[in-house]
């Protein structure tokens, strides 16, 4: 059974960079099939896709984030990683980890989520 | 690129239909077939409920069922039972990005 869990500071300074990495198990990040992505989830409210990435490390971004945002990968740890720089109070969310079907663009499988706190 | 729209909440008896819309624009909900449902309970991670404006994955009940019209997508769920009481989200590819909707929080009475 696949399962992605999300490690990572619970806490970050404003201007300050965050970052999340995800551990894969029971699966290789190295399949053509899916794009491995963050996906994050205000307190009270809705989701909002981060962006994706490719185990070739292709990436796709929100248009929104995409200035602050980086996802990498690391095929050999079957990890892949997520930088949010220039962190404000409005980036306080769940944080998801998540696998994409490439075909239908729809994600299967996530991680249980992981709270990040921006405060001093 | 903006949220889908999504009403804020929706309500129906226990056994009885109800429908949630989730509508997009010509660059996401009405140019691709690719829409996606995802099912959350509090404190829970989603749940994929349909793909494809209209797939169930295997384990998804067939009361819920999917549709597209032009721009909007929409999620049935027949024979609402307790448990179906959850947040839905609807997403939507849009070209080399992915958008979510607001969300919808259904009550069973």
């Known amino acids: 059974q696949l399962q992605l869990q999300e490690s990572g500071p619970g806490l970050v300074k404003p201007s300050e960079t965050l970052s999340l990495t995800c551990t894969v198990s029971?699966?290789?990040?190295?399949?053509?099939?899916?794009?491995w992505g963050w996906i994050r989830q205000p307190p009270g409210k809705g989701l909002e896709w981060i962006g994706s990435?490719?185990?070739?490390?292709?990436?796709y971004y929100n248009p929104s984030l995409k200035s602050r945002v980086t996802i990498s990968v690391d095929t050999s740890k079957n990890q892949f990683s997520l930088k949010l720089s220039s962190v404000t109070a409005a980036d306080t969310a769940v944080y998801y980890c998540?696998?994409?079907?490439?075909?239908?663009?729809?994600?299967?499988?996530w991680g249980q989520g992981t709270l990040v706190t921006v405060s001093s | 690129q903006s949220a889908l729209t999504q009403p804020a909440s929706v309500s129906g008896s226990p056994g009885q239909s109800i429908t949630i819309s989730c509508t997009g624009t010509?660059?996401?909900?009405?140019?691709?077939?690719?829409v996606s449902w995802y099912q959350q309970h509090p404190g829970k991670a989603p749940k994929l409920m349909i793909y494809?404006?209209?797939k169930r994955p295997s384990g998804v009940s067939n009361r819920f069922s999917g549709s597209k019209s032009g721009n909007t997508a929409s999620l049935t769920i027949s024979g609402l039972q307790a448990e179906d009481e959850a947040d839905y989200y609807c997403?939507?590819?849009?070209?080399?990005?992915?958008?979510f909707g607001g969300g919808t929080k259904l009550t069973v009475l």
């Open positions: 998540a696998r994409t079907m490439i075909v239908v663009i729809a994600v299967d499988y």
């Open positions: 494809e404006g209209s």
């Open positions: 029971g699966g290789s990040i190295s399949s053509s099939s899916y794009y």
């Open positions: 990435i490719y185990y070739s490390g292709s990436t």
């Open positions: 010509s660059s996401d909900v009405g140019s691709y077939n690719l």
């Open positions: 997403c939507s590819y849009a070209g080399s990005s992915t958008v």
